[in-house]
């Protein structure tokens, strides 16, 4: 059964860091661009970070550039969202999702094939 399954979201401070992880279970994740997403309440989904398959180049948004790092284990068929200097208006739920072509975007969320199930990342005083 392909899954993809989100961890390390919670609550911290403005200032703190969070690592959220991305397993795979059902596919090898080497093969697949990995994508972060996040929807906070009342907005549209949108792209934080991509990291490609063939040469693992990264993307970000502006938004999280400096503050984001995406990076992936293929040994542990993980991929992993290291967030430092949070802010309040990084609230919302965290979604990873894996990309067949092996490409990634953050502009869409349409060439992506599996998604998790989410995990909530609150920054709040």
């Known amino acids: 059964q392909v899954q993809l399954m989100e961890s390390g979201g919670g609550l911290v401070q403005p200032g703190g860091s969070l690592r959220l992880s991305c397993a795979a279970s059902?596919?090898?994740?080497?093969?697949?661009?990995i994508g972060w997403f996040r929807q906070a309440p009342g907005k549209e989904r949108e792209g934080v970070s991509c990291?490609?398959?063939?040469?693992?180049?990264?993307y970000y948004a502006d938004s999280v550039k400096g503050r984001f790092t995406i990076s992936r284990d293929n040994a542990k068929n993980t991929v992993y969202l290291q967030m430092n200097s949070l802010k309040p208006e990084d609230t919302a739920v965290y979604y990873c999702?894996?990309?067949?072509?092996?490409?990634?975007?953050?502009?869409?969320?349409?060439?992506?094939?599996?998604w998790g199930q989410g995990t909530q990342v609150t920054v709040s005083s």
């Open positions: 990291i490609s398959s063939s040469d693992g180049r990264t």
């Open positions: 999702a894996a990309d067949g072509s092996g490409i990634g975007t953050i502009v869409s969320d349409e060439p992506y094939d599996y």
């Open positions: 059902g596919f090898t994740l080497e093969y697949y661009a």
